[in-house]
């Protein structure tokens, strides 16, 4: 097993890790006896709290002596001892000074933090000095070695390593381009790969016990919210497993993560009107809210507990509010879409609730689809039917809730059906008769599009009670469709 990640310094300010992959990072503290990267903190925070490992190097000058060096860089990291591995950077001019000045360095760290550095350096100094005795106090090499000379390239963690190891049997991380490029940084940037997992990573660090998380370490990869605030007729914020307050979302947006394993540990909503929730808690089980606002903590920080469902409420007695909702569930993914007080998500399930979509529900639609019977019912603004699938929309229910809503359907040899003003009981189209919608005419307060087989997606148009979507004679199934209210 091995882990992919990048060294930085002062020199990637402005570097946002949240758009560069990574496993680990590893940051320059200082450098000599009198200068501190002013990056560094911001950088290692932003990784751990983005669950990345971290490491923290100091950069030898060799201009005064290996112990006076190591008590400067120990000044500076005494917050981060047992949590980032240790790295002495060995280049440069300090290299004239040979390796016993390095292993003084060395000595001293491992006496003042009870861990043992790595030490850095080329292949190159790896194999023009006696490195024996560094070898025999068992401090692990981080080899430098470009392989593919300055070629650009990505993370490579099978990259040959480049020439020998000379005293050393093994490496513990290989630096193997100083031209590597990530997708969210520009420029060139280190890149590293670490020989072992994270366990291994965290006794290199010198961590006396590894704090393991009621729900398991954090991934890389999966999805994660944008990072601009969007307000609109429902917003909603998380707060996330070492993450903390994520931005605003509203209106059916993504808020939380995917695929990270980052529980959603509490949230607020900013509703438009009055509105009580409950939530499920691990260890606490269901708690209620009422009369909620957009500062109403749902949920609890700092106690590592999840969310495992949610339940929003809908109309009240001075106005009539429908709120559709779902989350996505640890190794289960999104829920179904849940109306006014259901329940999303599973209580006493133990499975973390790691994102939701909030939106007030103007209309409900269910969808009868060819060999798959009714789908689950979905708000407007969700595809009613199914898309690239090749199946053909049969009928469909529309919960009007307080609007006038009339339609027309052209059906599969029995032509245009006219089905006047609609109520949530209304099926249009046929169940069990295996005959396609082929064409749809709305009166309602919103616009709409249509998706059609061979075609697909029509244009938006307006449900003005005239215009049609799909076709008529020419034996074409409607396989979905889309309702946007008009704002």
């Known amino acids: 097993m091995s882990l992919n990640g ?172 100083s031209s590597g490029r990530l997708p969210g940084w520009s420029g060139n940037l280190d890149l590293n790969v670490f020989y072992g997992s994270r366990e291994a990573w965290d006794k290199y660090a010198g961590a006396s016990s590894v704090i393991n998380d009621p729900d398991g370490a954090i991934r890389n990869g999966g999805e994660m919210q944008g ?68 500062n109403t903590i749902l949920g609890t920080t700092g106690e590592k507990r999840r969310i495992e469902a949610i339940a929003i409420e809908g109309s009240t007695k001075e106005e009539e509010l429908h709120y559709a909702y779902q989350v996505h569930q640890k190794s289960k993914g999104w829920t179904d879409w849940k109306f006014d007080g259901e329940w999303a998500g599973e209580r006493g399930g133990s499975l973390q609730m790691e994102a939701v979509r909030i939106r007030i529900a103007h209309l409900i639609l269910e969808a009868h689809v060819q060999s798959e019977g009714w789908l689950p019912k979905v708000p407007d603004g969700e595809i009613t039917g199914t898309t690239g699938k090749s199946l053909r929309l049969e009928a469909f229910r529309l919960d009007p809730f307080e609007n006038e809503i009339r339609a027309k359907a052209h059906i599969q040899s029995e032509g245009w059906v006219d089905y006047g003003i609609i109520s949530k009981n209304t099926v249009i189209g046929t169940v069990n008769e295996k005959k396609r919608l082929e064409c749809l005419c709305f009166e309602g307060p919103f616009e709409w599009r249509a998706h059609l087989a061979h075609s697909g997606w029509t244009d938006w148009t307006l449900a003005d009670g005239i215009a049609t979507l799909g076709t008529v004679g020419q034996a074409l199934a409607m396989e979905a469709f889309q309702i946007r209210m008009k704002r």
């Open 6 to 177: 990048i060294d930085i310094s002062n020199h990637q300010a402005g570097l946002d890790l949240a758009k560069v992959s990574a496993d680990f990072v590893i940051c320059k503290a200082t450098e000599g006896t009198g200068f501190v990267d002013p990056y560094c903190n911001g950088f290692i925070q932003r990784a751990k709290s983005l669950g990345r490992k971290t490491g923290v190097y100091h950069y030898a000058t060799g201009k005064s002596t290996g112990k006076e060096e190591a008590d400067f860089f120990y000044k500076n990291i005494r917050g981060y001892i047992k949590q980032s591995v240790l790295v002495l950077d060995w280049e440069g001019k300090a290299i004239e000074k040979g390796p016993g000045y390095a292993k003084a360095f060395l000595d001293r760290i491992y006496e003042l933090t009870g861990v043992k550095p790595l030490i850095y350096m080329s292949n190159s100094v790896v194999n023009s000095y006696d490195w024996t005795k560094v070898v025999q106090a068992d401090y692990g090499l981080w080899n430098a070695g470009y392989f593919a000379g300055d070629q650009t390239m990505g993370y490579t963690p099978d990259a040959p390593v480049y020439g020998s190891l000379g005293a050393w049997k093994t490496c513990a991380m290989y630096q193997y381009t």
């Open 227 to 294: 990072d601009k605030s969007q307000k609109g007729e429902v917003s909603y914020q998380v707060h996330v497993r070492r993450q903390g307050w994520l931005s605003w979302k509203c209106d059916g947006e993504m808020a939380g993560t995917t695929g990270q394993n980052r529980r959603i540990e509490a949230l607020r909503i900013a509703p438009p009107g009055k509105t009580n929730v409950k939530i499920h808690m691990k260890g606490i089980g269901d708690r209620e809210y009422q009369d909620i606002t957009k």
